[in-house]
Protein backbone atom coordinates (compact mmCIF):
# COMPACT_ATOMS: atom_id res chain seq x y z
CA UNK A 1 0.00 0.00 0.00
CA UNK A 2 1.03 3.32 -0.79
CA UNK A 3 1.86 5.88 1.81
CA UNK A 4 0.01 8.72 -0.28
CA UNK A 5 -3.22 7.35 -2.44
CA UNK A 6 -4.82 9.79 -4.91
CA UNK A 7 -7.52 9.02 -7.21
CA UNK A 8 -6.05 9.33 -11.16
CA UNK A 9 -9.39 10.10 -12.35
CA UNK A 10 -9.38 11.52 -14.97
CA UNK A 11 -11.94 14.11 -13.34
CA UNK A 12 -14.01 16.04 -16.30
CA UNK A 13 -15.97 19.17 -14.87
CA UNK A 14 -17.94 22.09 -16.65
CA UNK A 15 -16.88 25.84 -16.48
CA UNK A 16 -17.81 27.03 -12.91
CA UNK A 17 -18.30 23.69 -10.96
CA UNK A 18 -17.20 23.51 -7.36
CA UNK A 19 -13.99 20.59 -7.96
CA UNK A 20 -13.39 18.49 -5.30
CA UNK A 21 -9.70 16.41 -5.00
CA UNK A 22 -8.65 14.21 -2.38
CA UNK A 23 -5.81 12.12 -1.04
CA UNK A 24 -5.53 9.86 1.95
CA UNK A 25 -2.69 8.97 3.46
CA UNK A 26 -1.22 6.13 5.90
CA UNK A 27 1.90 8.14 7.75
CA UNK A 28 0.98 9.92 10.97
CA UNK A 29 4.14 11.66 10.98
CA UNK A 30 3.20 13.95 8.22
CA UNK A 31 2.54 17.62 9.38
CA UNK A 32 3.00 19.68 6.33
CA UNK A 33 0.67 19.20 3.28
CA UNK A 34 0.50 20.75 -0.05
CA UNK A 35 -0.94 20.71 -3.66
CA UNK A 36 0.92 20.85 -6.44
CA UNK A 37 -0.37 21.95 -9.98
CA UNK A 38 1.13 20.10 -12.76
CA UNK A 39 0.10 21.58 -16.61
CA UNK A 40 1.16 19.08 -19.15
CA UNK A 41 4.57 18.59 -19.70
CA UNK A 42 5.41 21.38 -17.45
CA UNK A 43 7.50 21.23 -13.86
CA UNK A 44 4.54 20.64 -11.01
CA UNK A 45 3.97 24.28 -9.51
CA UNK A 46 2.97 25.00 -5.65
CA UNK A 47 -0.23 25.89 -5.37
CA UNK A 48 -1.22 25.71 -1.61
CA UNK A 49 0.59 24.52 1.47
CA UNK A 50 -1.09 24.41 5.19
CA UNK A 51 0.36 22.85 8.42
CA UNK A 52 -1.90 20.20 10.36
CA UNK A 53 -5.20 20.74 10.55
CA UNK A 54 -7.51 23.02 9.54
CA UNK A 55 -8.19 24.74 6.05
CA UNK A 56 -6.64 27.61 4.41
CA UNK A 57 -8.39 29.36 1.46
CA UNK A 58 -6.39 31.30 -1.54
CA UNK A 59 -8.73 32.86 -4.20
CA UNK A 60 -10.83 30.13 -5.14
CA UNK A 61 -8.86 27.44 -4.04
CA UNK A 62 -9.15 25.96 -0.56
CA UNK A 63 -7.58 23.16 1.21
CA UNK A 64 -8.76 21.10 4.05
CA UNK A 65 -6.82 18.92 6.06
CA UNK A 66 -8.05 16.31 8.72
CA UNK A 67 -5.01 14.79 10.13
CA UNK A 68 -7.83 12.48 12.30
CA UNK A 69 -8.94 10.94 8.98
CA UNK A 70 -5.89 11.21 7.64
CA UNK A 71 -7.34 12.75 4.61
CA UNK A 72 -6.66 16.06 2.85
CA UNK A 73 -8.84 18.13 0.25
CA UNK A 74 -8.69 20.89 -2.33
CA UNK A 75 -11.32 22.62 -3.30
CA UNK A 76 -11.84 25.05 -6.22
CA UNK A 77 -14.38 27.39 -6.69
CA UNK A 78 -15.76 28.70 -10.05
CA UNK A 79 -13.57 26.45 -11.88
CA UNK A 80 -12.27 27.75 -15.21
CA UNK A 81 -10.77 25.91 -18.34
CA UNK A 82 -7.25 27.30 -17.49
CA UNK A 83 -7.30 24.98 -14.06
CA UNK A 84 -7.21 22.06 -16.54
CA UNK A 85 -4.26 20.54 -15.30
CA UNK A 86 -3.40 17.72 -13.16
CA UNK A 87 -3.25 17.97 -9.47
CA UNK A 88 -0.36 16.68 -6.96
CA UNK A 89 -0.87 16.52 -3.12
CA UNK A 90 2.63 15.82 -1.32
CA UNK A 91 3.07 15.83 2.48
CA UNK A 92 5.98 15.56 4.63
CA UNK A 93 7.01 15.41 8.11
CA UNK A 94 10.03 14.56 10.47
CA UNK A 95 10.54 10.49 10.47
CA UNK A 96 14.92 10.83 11.38
CA UNK A 97 15.23 8.77 8.02
CA UNK A 98 15.57 11.19 5.92
CA UNK A 99 13.67 13.32 3.41
CA UNK A 100 9.79 12.07 3.76
CA UNK A 101 8.14 15.14 1.20
CA UNK A 102 5.70 12.15 -0.27
CA UNK A 103 3.53 13.13 -3.34
CA UNK A 104 0.58 11.74 -4.45
CA UNK A 105 0.38 10.12 -8.09
CA UNK A 106 -1.75 13.25 -9.42
CA UNK A 107 -5.37 13.65 -10.16
CA UNK A 108 -6.16 14.52 -13.81
CA UNK A 109 -8.43 17.41 -13.93
CA UNK A 110 -10.77 19.19 -17.44
CA UNK A 111 -12.53 21.84 -16.85
CA UNK A 112 -14.95 21.75 -20.19
CA UNK A 113 -16.64 24.83 -21.77
CA UNK B 1 8.76 31.17 -13.84
CA UNK B 2 9.62 29.08 -10.89
CA UNK B 3 13.39 30.52 -10.82
CA UNK B 4 15.01 26.69 -11.45
CA UNK B 5 16.68 26.50 -14.44
CA UNK B 6 16.90 23.08 -16.31
CA UNK B 7 19.40 22.22 -19.41
CA UNK B 8 18.81 20.72 -21.84
CA UNK B 9 15.15 20.24 -22.25
CA UNK B 10 15.09 17.10 -24.37
CA UNK B 11 17.30 14.17 -24.64
CA UNK B 12 17.56 11.61 -27.12
CA UNK B 13 20.02 8.88 -26.78
CA UNK B 14 20.68 4.98 -26.99
CA UNK B 15 20.85 2.30 -24.36
CA UNK B 16 24.07 1.73 -23.14
CA UNK B 17 24.97 5.72 -23.17
CA UNK B 18 25.87 8.45 -20.61
CA UNK B 19 23.89 11.51 -20.26
CA UNK B 20 24.04 14.62 -17.77
CA UNK B 21 21.39 16.72 -16.66
CA UNK B 22 22.14 20.20 -14.81
CA UNK B 23 20.23 22.53 -12.95
CA UNK B 24 20.51 25.84 -10.85
CA UNK B 25 18.45 26.48 -8.37
CA UNK B 26 16.54 29.76 -7.65
CA UNK B 27 18.80 32.47 -6.09
CA UNK B 28 19.30 31.66 -2.63
CA UNK B 29 18.25 28.36 -2.41
CA UNK B 30 20.62 24.94 -0.55
CA UNK B 31 18.47 22.33 -1.88
CA UNK B 32 18.49 20.76 -4.54
CA UNK B 33 16.31 17.67 -5.18
CA UNK B 34 15.83 15.04 -8.07
CA UNK B 35 13.15 13.59 -9.21
CA UNK B 36 12.03 11.39 -12.09
CA UNK B 37 8.71 11.24 -13.53
CA UNK B 38 6.85 8.66 -15.63
CA UNK B 39 2.89 7.54 -16.49
CA UNK B 40 2.76 4.72 -14.51
CA UNK B 41 4.69 5.74 -11.63
CA UNK B 42 4.28 8.70 -10.88
CA UNK B 43 6.85 11.66 -9.12
CA UNK B 44 9.51 9.86 -7.68
CA UNK B 45 11.86 10.89 -5.73
CA UNK B 46 16.07 10.60 -6.53
CA UNK B 47 18.18 11.99 -4.33
CA UNK B 48 18.74 15.71 -2.45
CA UNK B 49 21.92 17.83 -2.22
CA UNK B 50 22.05 20.42 0.73
CA UNK B 51 24.49 22.90 0.34
CA UNK B 52 26.93 20.89 -1.63
CA UNK B 53 25.97 17.58 0.55
CA UNK B 54 24.02 14.49 0.18
CA UNK B 55 21.21 15.03 2.34
CA UNK B 56 18.41 12.43 1.66
CA UNK B 57 18.75 9.42 -1.21
CA UNK B 58 15.45 7.58 -2.25
CA UNK B 59 15.01 5.20 -5.14
CA UNK B 60 17.92 6.38 -7.30
CA UNK B 61 19.65 3.36 -9.23
CA UNK B 62 22.88 2.36 -8.57
CA UNK B 63 23.72 3.80 -12.50
CA UNK B 64 22.39 7.30 -11.61
CA UNK B 65 24.92 9.59 -9.35
CA UNK B 66 24.46 13.41 -8.84
CA UNK B 67 26.50 16.03 -7.34
CA UNK B 68 25.91 19.66 -6.05
CA UNK B 69 28.93 22.07 -6.98
CA UNK B 70 30.68 25.27 -4.40
CA UNK B 71 28.11 27.40 -6.84
CA UNK B 72 25.29 25.58 -5.71
CA UNK B 73 24.10 23.96 -9.35
CA UNK B 74 23.91 20.30 -9.60
CA UNK B 75 24.03 17.72 -12.40
CA UNK B 76 22.21 14.30 -12.41
CA UNK B 77 24.48 11.42 -14.18
CA UNK B 78 22.57 8.84 -16.01
CA UNK B 79 24.44 5.96 -17.32
CA UNK B 80 24.57 2.33 -18.80
CA UNK B 81 21.39 3.77 -20.51
CA UNK B 82 18.31 1.59 -20.51
CA UNK B 83 14.90 1.77 -22.14
CA UNK B 84 13.08 2.07 -19.39
CA UNK B 85 14.95 4.99 -18.24
CA UNK B 86 12.69 7.59 -20.35
CA UNK B 87 11.10 9.74 -18.31
CA UNK B 88 10.72 13.13 -17.31
CA UNK B 89 13.52 14.32 -14.93
CA UNK B 90 12.96 17.01 -12.46
CA UNK B 91 14.89 19.19 -10.46
CA UNK B 92 13.17 21.41 -7.41
CA UNK B 93 15.06 23.99 -5.48
CA UNK B 94 14.17 24.88 -1.54
CA UNK B 95 16.00 27.02 1.05
CA UNK B 96 14.92 24.47 3.33
CA UNK B 97 17.66 21.52 4.40
CA UNK B 98 14.54 18.73 4.43
CA UNK B 99 13.83 15.99 6.05
CA UNK B 100 10.25 17.09 6.54
CA UNK B 101 11.00 21.16 8.01
CA UNK B 102 8.25 23.76 8.35
CA UNK B 103 9.80 25.28 5.08
CA UNK B 104 10.62 22.76 2.54
CA UNK B 105 8.74 24.37 -0.24
CA UNK B 106 9.69 22.76 -3.29
CA UNK B 107 9.99 24.79 -6.45
CA UNK B 108 10.56 22.67 -9.78
CA UNK B 109 12.05 23.51 -13.21
CA UNK B 110 10.65 22.57 -16.29
CA UNK B 111 12.53 19.46 -16.42
CA UNK B 112 14.18 17.08 -19.12
CA UNK B 113 12.63 14.74 -21.26
CA UNK B 114 15.05 11.90 -21.49
CA UNK B 115 13.97 9.62 -24.47
CA UNK B 116 16.38 6.30 -24.90
CA UNK B 117 16.14 4.55 -28.03
Known amino acids: QKEVEQDPGPLSVPEGAIVSLNCTYS??????FMWYRQYSRKGPELLMY????GNKEDGRFTAQVDKSSKYISLFIRDSQPSDSATYLCAMSGFTGGGNKLTFGTGTQLKVEL | DSGVTQTPKHLITATGQRVTLRCSPRSGDLSVYWYQQSLDQGLQFLIQ???????AKGNILERFSAQQFPDLHSELNLSSLELGDSALYFC????????????????FGSGTQLSVL
Open chain 2, 49 to 55: YYNGEER
Open chain 1, 27 to 32: NSAFQY
Open chain 2, 92 to 107: ASSVSPGQGSYNEKLF
Open chain 1, 50 to 53: TYSS
